[in-house]
């Protein structure tokens, strides 16, 4: 019905960056608000950031200042660039969407399969 692709991640040394993507497929009518969580080994997940359709982001404590999180809503596309990794940054990365099926209208809570991320030397 709805999926979610992400791209990007992998091995990145303490103090460098980031870029992941993320790109929506299906039967999509709208995406309201997009998002990017971790969840790191022993924890739960957490939200890192998210973007509304008019392109008002939020952020965790533990990120803000440190991550950027942008949308193209043309290409259904989201995307975080992160700097200044730490290795409490380590985690599984995920994407989500909050899409309005097409067709049904209903809503559907979409995520992506996750992608790793990490900070090592």
């Known amino acids: 019905q709805v999926q979610l692709v992400e791209s990007g991640g992998g091995l990145v040394q303490p103090g460098g960056s980031l870029r992941l993507s993320c790109v929506a497929s299906g039967s999509i009518f709208r995406i309201n608000d997009m998002g990017w969580y971790r969840q790191a080994p022993g924890k739960e997940r957490e939200l890192v950031a998210t973007?509304?359709?008019?392109?008002?982001?939020g952020y965790a404590d533990s990120v803000r200042g440190r991550f950027t999180i942008s949308r193209d809503n043309a290409r259904n596309t989201v995307s975080l660039q992160g700097s200044s990794l730490k290795p409490e940054d380590t985690a599984v990365y995920y994407c989500?969407?909050?899409?309005?099926?097409?067709?049904?209208?209903?809503?559907?809570?979409?995520w992506g399969q996750g992608t790793q991320v990490t900070v090592s030397s």
């Open positions: 989500n969407a909050k899409v309005i099926v097409a067709g049904t209208w209903s809503n559907h809570d979409a």
């Open positions: 973007i509304t359709s008019r392109n008002s982001a």
